[in-house]
């Protein structure tokens, strides 16, 4: 069993190898930067979910006998709160598709305020807390939970539901 991530984010690397040496054993794991086909921001629970689907189809698609994982961070808003949206994907080189969102949380106003300006969340965070390169450690979500769920943690959640969901439907085929 071989799996690439559509993704150089060490971050999502963190959880994918954690997870899958967890639950599948010692596998070839291997990362690339494949397009996630959406806007580098996306705004929904719709364009994130894609956004994961075409970066696992992407990577599986890069190697023979490969399954590809996609991990899209994003934001969606309900009513007036804009909420940090994240999804998973994995895709099985028969061409099945398993999908997972995480958990969700509400962005302060002033940082919704800039994503709404067409700011991108990684450079919004970034300013917001006074820091470099969230996005490949703690994230939003790190920050703005004191640390108690950093964004690693969250993608690992996400690659608990998706590689949950690939052993049921082999267990149960
Ligand atoms: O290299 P890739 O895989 O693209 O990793 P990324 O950090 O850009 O992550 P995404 O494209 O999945 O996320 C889309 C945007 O949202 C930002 N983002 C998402 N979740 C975040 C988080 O928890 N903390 C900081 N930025 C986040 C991210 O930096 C991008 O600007
Ligand atoms: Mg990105």
Known sequence: MKFITG??????????????????????????SVASGVSPQPMSDEETRQGAINRAVAASALQEDTY????????????????????????TPDGQVFTAAGAQIPLPEDLAAEIKNGKELGDA??????????????????????????RDVLFEHIMQLLIGQFLYSKASS
């Open 125 to 150: 965070v970034d300013y917001y807390f006074k820091k470099q390169q969230i996005r490949l450690s703690e994230g939003a979500m790190g920050m703005l939970t004191a640390q108690t769920v950093p």
């Open 68 to 91: 590809g994982i996609g991990l899209e961070g994003g934001v969606r808003i309900i009513g007036r709160t804009m909420y940090l949206c994240n999804w998973g994907a994995l895709a």
């Open 7 to 32: 993704s150089e984010n060490q971050a999502k690397m963190r959880a994918v190898t954690r997870m899958i040496e967890r639950y599948l054993g010692n596998r070839d794991i291997s990362s690339a």
